[in-house]
Each structure stands twice: as structure tokens, then as C-alpha cells.
């Protein structure tokens, strides 16, 4: 048996959202629900802003309810779908934003549509119809037109519920991952007290007095010393968007040949620290980088600056959680920060910051805390590929069949009584019509 498609215009719609205007907007009020506000299937309405409560009688049309499915109709993430859970919060849609609705509730299960927009072909296909213009841009229509596959209702179901509880098994262990990463900033604190007012009363140096050399620039390389992307040919280079994690990973940076002497000169250790000299954003200013431990040369380019920690006085570990804390960035290094387009820092401010130095064997102690929960990163981001492989395959045959197959031999019967009520309301009214949709097929 093969499942009807329809246009998705037959069975639902989307509705996109109004031009409410920047002068509109109040300290208290409805919640303005833009693309912003949709991440990682979810809309969040905690920091979106807000309108007088009178908009909403005025513009009812727009109004949300919980559970509706949104979808980011212009930009970068053109195509991004999420649920919106609105605590009895009343919302607004803004333009830009679409609205799934059901027209025909009988024959769509509003679960199916949620999955349906995060298969793989309908994502990419969004996409495409989005890139026909300087920005990616897609009408409701254009969604509308796209096809849907449409098995009865109650197998529809079936499926959402198998997607719901993978999926739910994915967000727990994201849950669980990211109050893993919670941990060791929280117990920075409680060892070491507030970075900001030194509570513990802890002995103050400045980072100069710290180092086993000065600090280092970057080397800087025309882009013929680069290896084309997938070679092995050559040494792997830190780059700037490379200090995104904590700690640079390995295996897919850009990769370059240099020379005998500079890269003796700039080759890294995983005692060192990577400080990034500039940024676009005020944020990425003087981050903070760990090196993991590797038999293989690793080197970086001139917008980032190696420190070499004097490990008899300070841990690398110690020295990097202290310099990524948001207490110690706002009291000791922002006064460091400079530019208003590319903000940065250098070397002598980078010398002059404060560092809090407490007694080694503390120090020891949360070095060895944190070496023993990075031991279990292997684990969680085996698990989380694990949990995201089992979702993806269960996502791919929820839409071609597979995934219910004996199920719908069981509730056979059941089945084509929903298939006739789908023909009648859809027009189709000939058993030979089905034939020819392949709905009667093996």
C-alpha cells in the first residue's frame, strides 16, 4: 500500500504575520513572537519584545496559541520551524513569520506537519525555492504548493508518536549535556570564590607575571601556503572561528605549509593558551582556547595570541575557566577591550589583567575535576549521535512507509475505511482513481 500526496494547500495552510511597527513597542505587554524567537524547534518567548495588551482585540487574527507550529519565512534560517508553548502568555506573529494551520482535521494530524517540515527533502526543498532573490525569501504560497504524504489519520498518529518519543530522548540527553557543562563553571565559584571581588582573599598578579615568556602573535600566511580542503598534505592551523569551543578540535582545520623555523617558532602545546586578539563581535574579544593533547603539529594564524602558562604557579586549566568566567571578563578584562567595528585586545593589555591565584593544590584539585568529567565528553557525544542517528532513521521511515509497515497490516481494514472518507472529501470518488495514485499497490 502507498499513501496518497496532496498539495498541502488541500488539507492546511500557512499564514504569515503582520508588519507591527518598532514605535509600537512597550516594556509590558503581548509578546511579539519574530524569527529570533525560533530555536532548536522551539519558540522561545522569555526576551521577545512586547506590544500594548490592547493589539490584541485589534489584531486577533494574529494571535497565537499554544502548540502552534511557526516557521521563519525570510533570512539566514529561512525554513526553521518550532513549536510555541505560550504559558498563557498572549503572542503575536510577526511578519515574516508563518503560521501551520489544518483545514481539513480529519485527514492531517498537526504532528505529521511538524515532522513533515523537518525532513531532510522539505527542508532542502524550502531552501531552494527560498534562494531565488539577494536574500533567501519564501512566500506562504510557495509552501502551500509543496506536496505532503497523506496516510489515514490514525496512522499518522502512530507514526507521531514513535517521532515524539525518540524525540523526546534527544532532548533529554541535550537536557542532560547541558547541565553537564553547568557543573564545572558552578564549582569554579565554590572552590575559588567570586572572581570579580576576590571574596576568598586569594593572592593577585598580574597575567605578565604568570607566563614563561611573553606573549605571541599569530603567524600570518599568504592563501597559496593554504592546502586545498580535504588534503592531509601539511600542518593544521588554529584560526579564529576555531575558538568557538573551548578547546579547539582537531581533524577539520584548514591545514598550510610553513617552514622548518616557524613552526618551531609557533607550533602549540596543549600547556598553552589561545587568546583571541580581535573579533567582530565585543563577545569573541579576548576568548579564551584550550589545546588538546596530540602527537600532531599544530599551529596558529596572526589574529589570535598564545600565552604559555607558568604551570609551577598556575594551571592551564585553572587560568582558562578563570578567564572565561563573565564575573572576571566585566571586572578585569573589558577595561582591555578596544574598537568599536572589530573589537580586540593586545598584548599589553592582555599583561595587565589581574589573575586571582589560589594555592596549587586547590588549583590541583579542580584540574583534576575537570579532567575526569572531559573523559566523559567521549560518552555524551556518543550518546547524543547515537540518540540524533536514531531519530534521523526513524524520521526517514516515518515518511516512506517503513516505519509502520506491520502495524498497518494489523489495522488493515481500519485503514482503507479512512482511505475512502480521504477519497470523498478530496474528490476522489473511483476505486480506479486509487489505482492510479498507487494507493491500492503492493
Not at 50 to 56: A, D, N, Q, S
Not at 163 to 177: F, T, V, Y
Not at 282 to 306: H, M, N, P
Request: proline share 4%.
Amino acid at each position: 500500500m502507498r499513501w496518497q500526496t496532496v498539495k498541502f494547500e488541500s488539507v492546511a495552510g500557512v499564514q504569515g504575520g503582520f508588519a507591527f511597527k518598532s514605535e509600537d513597542v512597550v516594556s509590558e505587554g503581548i509578546a511579539l513572537i519574530r524569527i529570533g524567537d525560533i530555536n532548536a524547534q522551539e519558540v522561545d518567548i522569555k526576551n521577545a519584545v512586547r506590544l500594548p495588551y490592547e493589539f490584541g482585540e485589534k489584531y486577533s487574527k494574529f494571535l497565537l496559541q499554544d502548540n502552534d507550529l511557526l516557521i521563519a519565512l525570510t533570512g539566514a534560517t529561512t525554513g526553521k520551524t518550532g513549536v510555541i508553548r505560550t504559558q498563557n502568555t498572549p503572542c503575536l506573529l510577526n511578519q515574516r513569520v508563518g503560521k501551520f494551520h489544518i483545514k481539513e482535521k480529519n485527514l492531517l494530524d498537526y504532528g505529521w506537519v511538524k515532522y513533515w517540515t523537518r525532513t531532510p527533502t522539505i527542508r532542502n526543498r524550502i531552501w531552494e525555492l527560498a534562494h531565488g532573490g539577494a536574500q533567501p525569501n519564501i512566500a506562504p504560497s510557495q509552501i502551500e504548493g509543496l506536496k505532503i504524504p497523506l496516510p489515514p489519520i490514525s496512522e499518522q498518529r502512530r507514526i507521531v508518536e514513535l517521532l515524539e518519543q525518540a524525540d523526546a530522548l534527544r532532548k533529554k540527553r541535550a537536557e542532560a549535556n547541558e547541565m553537564s557543562d553547568r557543573i564545572l563553571p558552578t564549582l569554579f565559584i565554590k572552590m575559588f570564590g567570586d572572581p570579580a571581588t576576590n571574596s576568598k582573599g586569594w593572592k593577585i598578579c598580574k597575567l605578565s607575571d604568570l607566563l614563561r615568556e611573553n606573549p605571541q602573535n599569530g603567524l600570518y600566511l599568504p592563501k597559496e601556503n593554504y592546502e586545498e580542503i580535504g588534503s592531509k598534505a601539511g600542518v593544521e592551523m588554529v584560526h579564529m572561528s576555531d575558538l568557538f569551543y573551548d578547546i579547539v578540535k582537531r581533524g577539520n582545520l584548514k591545514r598550510v605549509n610553513i617552514s622548518k623555523s616557524d613552526l618551531e617558532k609557533y607550533t602549540l602545546s596543549h600547556q598553552d593558551l589561545l587568546i583571541a586578539r580581535r573579533s567582530l563581535v565585543y563577545e569573541g574579544a579576548a576568548k579564551s582556547c584550550r589545546i588538546a593533547e596530540s602527537t600532531q603539529d599544530l599551529v596558529f594564524e596572526s589574529s589570535i595570541i598564545r600565552i604559555k602558562p607558568d604551570i609551577d604557579q598556575i594551571k592551564t586549566i585553572y587560568l582558562h575557566y578563570y578567564l572565561s568566567n563573565p564575573r572576571t571578563r566585566n571586572a578585569h578584562i573589558a577595561k582591555y577591550i578596544t574598537g568599536a567595528t572589530i573589537y580586540g585586545i593586545n598584548q599589553q593589555g592582555l599583561n595587565n589583567i589581574d589573575v586571582i591565584v589560589p594555592p596549587q593544590n586547590l588549583q590541583d584539585v579542580f584540574v583534576k575535576t575537570v579532567q575526569e568529567f572531559e573523559a566523559l565528553e567521549t560518552f555524551k557525544v556518543a550518546s547524543k549521535d547515537k540518540l540524533n542517528n536514531l531519530f534521523n532513521n526513524l524520521l526517514h521511515q516515518a515518511f516512506s512507509g517503513k516505519l509502520t509497515s506491520e502495524w498497518r497490516k494489523a489495522h488493515m481494514h481500519e485503514l482503507l475505511q479512512e482511505m475512502e472518507h480521504q477519497a470523498k472529501v478530496l474528490g476522489i470518488s473511483h476505486t480506479v482513481e486509487y489505482e492510479q495514485l498507487g494507493m491500492l499497490g503492493a
